[in-house]
């Protein structure tokens, strides 16, 4: 016998779902048209996994990679009137669904990831530092640039480690003498950057991906950090 539960959305943020007794025991998600993202832990953090009315996981939530729990969600961010990742697909969408996690933390708007020239600038530049076994910034001051190499079985597993750890100098910052730290994290929330390329690569020397970041616009200016980077809400 199939058993449901139905829970309304309330505003943008995140809506606690399944009671403990419902851990794994969800199968499939009838979204009623609309798009969500679904938490693996509560208050919008851990792994995310969107879920689309014509996504494979609307009914088959097993693919996702959480034991089926589902303790959270919140509606798909919109712009446009389509989800800001929807129409990218592997690294570009973990990029930006990575930044978009920790910029809402810090009431940043969404980023996008529909520039495809920023996209190919970071390639392109992931491929020179793992060509020629380099680990270096390009001097690039047309975007704004995060550099990070990681391991794991699949570029985009790369990616979310490396956002991870560029936001986990968020722990280091400080909100009363800004821009004196945490170049990486102020990058990745910066509240008036409105687009992001990605590029990964596998450098087979030093074996670990390179992942470069692209901003636009660039972040980082002197005198702007406290209306662009806020303190965590």
Same mark, same amino acid.
């Given at each position: 016998?199939?058993?449901?539960?139905?829970?309304?959305?309330?505003?943008?943020?995140?809506?606690?779902?399944?009671?403990?007794?419902?851990?794994? *025991?969800?199968?499939?998600?009838?979204?009623?048209?609309?798009?969500?993202?679904?938490?693996?832990?509560?208050?919008?953090?851990?792994?995310?996994?969107?879920?689309?009315?014509?996504?494979?996981?609307?009914?088959?939530?097993?693919?996702?990679?959480?034991?089926?729990?589902?303790?959270?969600?919140?509606?798909?961010?919109?712009?446009?009137?389509?989800?800001?990742?929807?129409?990218?697909?592997?690294?570009?969408?973990?990029?930006?669904?990575?930044?978009?996690?920790?910029?809402?933390?810090?009431?940043?708007?969404?980023?996008?990831?529909?520039?495809?020239?920023?996209?190919?600038?970071?390639?392109?530049?992931?491929?020179?530092?793992?060509?020629?076994?380099?680990?270096?910034?390009?001097?690039?001051?047309?975007?704004?640039?995060?550099?990070?190499?990681?391991?794991?079985?699949?570029?985009?597993?790369?990616? *979310?480690?490396?956002?991870?750890?560029?936001?986990?100098?968020?722990?280091?910052?400080?909100?009363?003498?800004?821009?004196?730290?945490?170049?990486?994290?102020?990058?990745?929330?910066?509240?008036?950057?409105?687009?992001?390329?990605?590029?990964?690569?596998?450098?087979?020397?030093?074996?670990?991906?390179?992942?470069?970041?692209?901003?636009?616009?660039?972040?980082?200016?002197?005198?702007?950090? *406290?209306?662009?980077?806020?303190?965590?809400?």
């Amino acid at each position: 016998m199939r058993a449901s539960i139905t829970f309304t959305q309330h505003g943008s943020g995140c809506s606690s779902l399944v009671e403990h007794s419902w851990n794994d *025991r969800a199968s499939s998600v009838n979204t009623h048209g609309s798009c969500i993202l679904a938490w693996e832990h509560s208050d919008c953090s851990g792994t995310s996994h969107r879920i689309s009315p014509s996504s494979h996981h609307h009914n088959h939530l097993s693919a996702l990679g959480f034991n089926d729990e589902i303790s959270s969600f919140q509606l798909c961010p919109q712009g446009g009137g389509s989800s800001l990742s929807d129409e990218l697909s592997g690294v570009q969408r973990v990029a930006v669904d990575e930044h978009n996690k920790y910029r809402r933390r810090h009431g940043s708007p969404d980023i996008r990831g529909d520039d495809q020239e920023l996209h190919r600038v970071a390639q392109h530049f992931a491929d020179h530092l793992a060509r020629n076994n380099l680990f270096d910034h390009s001097g690039n001051s047309k975007y704004g640039e995060n550099l990070g190499a990681g391991g794991g079985p699949t570029k985009e597993e790369a990616v *979310r480690s490396v956002i991870e750890r560029w936001y986990d100098e968020e722990k280091t910052y400080d909100y009363n003498n800004p821009g004196s730290s945490g170049g990486h994290f102020t990058a990745v929330v910066w509240k008036a950057t409105t687009h992001v390329g990605i590029g990964v690569a596998w450098n087979p020397r030093a074996n670990w991906y390179v992942v470069v970041a692209n901003y636009k616009p660039p972040g980082n200016f002197g005198g702007q950090y *406290r209306e662009n980077v806020l303190r965590p809400q």
